[in-house]
């Protein structure tokens, strides 16, 4: 790699941690600054970004390549599948060459028409007009960084609130407009989260958070007041819970819950009388989860314990919730993952050998007594492997919207008729550029753990480019925390690996939510490593059945994902040829034993608590900063958000100065911080696929797959 500048050297500050007779050194623990303004931290994050575009400036212009590549696939000027609410149909915008949405909606002719599955929103000269109520370009040209985390319609469609960021770290402002005339109503809220609802058309109830950014406490706003006299309806003090907030589909009720990584408790809003506040709906009790929806007079419960951990669905009269009728048993292999309900219709999605169902029951008339659903009508999927969806649908209509993808599919909505079973594609994101899905096959495999667990892989491959004899370069993506199902999702932009032979794997491993409860319950805490060791089994499985070679192998993960990278690096960097560490979560240990970090309290219940002795030395035993070596490591990309408010910058800076220090090899070790950005990256469209474009090249240019003619010479 001649001609680049030498790599940054981190200073190094002694910092010992001392901990059951245990001491910790963390000569880089001072790039942790919370005001993010130490000029020291800054200058060498600087000089990171420097050094890490110095070493890819040679393949700059296969870069620039690559982003005109990903971008051309993009039908830029387009709409998305009009939802049909009340008297109008809503949708969102995007124009050619812009950044982001516009919100928009449009007056249905007739609107007495019931709701259907072929229902179509006129767009001709005869139409009703568009009217456009948020552009988020306009909003978005004051600031560096933008993002609408809520937009709500009130019940009267006459305003609107939405919840703004203009810096990245999850703190919003609420603004309110009148819909039509677009002028503010009243002051924003500051300093908020995005969880927001309309109680009726007067007022909103809203969450704020504590100092480390645990929501905390839920308000009743009422238009036309003070912030400041807002009411607070409810404060949780319990730092390891934290709230969630939102409304019934039928409209009449807004949900309160607080919930731990265990614990779920509901408490119910009658959004006709607000101002009687909160009532209990299920108590608190350890270890029972549960989530609330209402129709008529009753109200139905998702409930999940360590007795029934796939969940179980039961109803309650509205008067009286302490008296239950089991709906829908508790299944072993089965996972109820949420219930959506209708006036006539409750549709379940579930998941059964890591794949997601849809099931529909036909409902008795609101009023009439609720018993056990009896088998419901299941809709169908053609891929092997997918990712489904749910979407915002019609309370009173028996039209069901979901939205449906595959590694080979792109994002397709769909209208389901659950009577007749009759369902309607109404929106394909388009892909320009010759895409043709036949080209693609998709795969399921299945990979034996360290224990004999079986690990399910989703693989897709260019069937006119992958040669399956161990020379093909692949990818492969793991993340594997928090109950998280990372399904088998379409991605623009991966087709620029795909195309060029690469084959693309996602590893379901111990940790995520795919197999049921009992498969996130078997990775984490004093399990956590089996997310580590699934991995490297799938890793170990792909070189064995020649979709690649060690050699020819790329992995990634993001955030806690990250965490699983970090992880895998220090216990299998002979495994691997590139590892890209997005947003990592790298200082596991030092971070669960500092409860003023944002997320730690809340994260006990997910990683264990480090101030016990057998939690401390497990975690100690894999947090990837605690455990680099001096020993060969492949080639490493690692991002970062400098106001990333879920993972502190300071964890990848740290990891990547301690590798720095230590590793023993020549390979590559980039690390580029976006220093106005927070966890989810940049905020444009478009500036999101230029990151795509640096990783993938960062990736080729390791693997010698870039064309001679992009390679500029130093």
Partial sequence: MAGTRSPPVAKKVEHAMHMFSDVRVDNY???????????????????????????????????????????????????????RKGPYYYYK??????????????????????????DTMPTGPDAPPEHIILDEN????????????????????KLVAYAEDIKGDEIYAVHVIDSESLKPVGQPLKGVTCYLQWAGNDALV???????????????????????????????KDDMFSLDLYASESHKYIFVASESKTTRFVFSLDV???????????????????????????FFIQRRSSEFYNSEVVACLVDDPSKTTLLIPHRESVKIQEIQLFRDHLAVFEREQG??????????????????????RSVSFVDPVYKVDSTESEFSSSVLRFCYSSLKTPPSVYDYDMDSGTSVIKKIDTVLGGFDASNYVTERKWVSAADGTQIPMSIVYNKNLAKLDGSDPCMLYGYGSYEISVDPYFKTSRLSLLDRGFIYVIAHVRGGGEMGRQWYENGKLLKKKNTFTDFIACAESLVELKYCSKEKLCVEGRSAGGLLMGAVLNMRPDLFK??????????????????????????????????????????????PVDNVTAQNYPNILVTAGLNDPRVMYSEPAKFVAKLREMKTDNNLLLFKCELGAGHFSKSGRFEKLQEDAFKFAFMMKVLDMIPEYSQERL
């Avoid at 790039?31 to 700059?60: F, H, I, Q, W």
């Avoid at 040209?141 to 469609?157: A, L």
């Avoid at 350890?286 to 008529?296: Q, T």
């Fill in 29 to 83: 623990y001072w790039l942790r600054d919370d005001s993010r303004c130490d000029p020291d931290m800054l200058s060498y994050l600087r000089a990171e970004n420097e050094y890490a575009d110095s070493v890819m400036s040679g393949t700059k212009q296969f870069e620039n390549q690559l982003f005109a590549e990903i971008r051309g696939r993009i039908k830029e000027d387009d709409i998305s599948a009009p939802l």
């Fill in 93 to 118: 915008k995007n124009l050619l060459g812009k950044e982001y949405v516009q919100h928009c909606r449009r007056l249905i002719a007739d609107n007495k028409a019931e709701p259907s599955v072929h």
């Fill in 272 to 298: 006709s009388k607000p101002q009687d506040g909160l009532r209990v709906l299920t108590p608190r009790v350890d270890g029972i989860d549960s989530s609330v929806s209402h129709r008529g007079n009753h």
């Fill in 138 to 157: 306009i909003k978005a040209q004051e600031h560096g960084y933008y993002r609408i985390g809520t937009f709500k319609v009130s019940p009267d469609h």
């Fill in 206 to 236: 809203y969450v704020t958070m504590d100092e480390i950014l645990r929501p905390d406490k839920a308000w009743l706003h009422k238009l036309g007041t003070e912030q400041s006299s807002d009411v607070c309806l409810y404060h949780e």
């Fill in 578 to 623: 590139v590892v890209v560490a997005g947003v990592p979560f790298v200082d596991a240990l030092t971070t669960m034993l500092d409860p003023t970090i944002p997320l730690t309290t809340s994260e006990w219940e997910e990683w264990g608590d480090p101030r016990k002795e057998e939690y401390y030395f497990y975690m100690k035993s894999y947090s």
């Fill in 355 to 376: 794949l997601q169902k849809i099931t529909v029951h036909r409902l008795p008339a609101e009023g009439q007594p609720l018993n056990s659903l009896q088998a419901g």
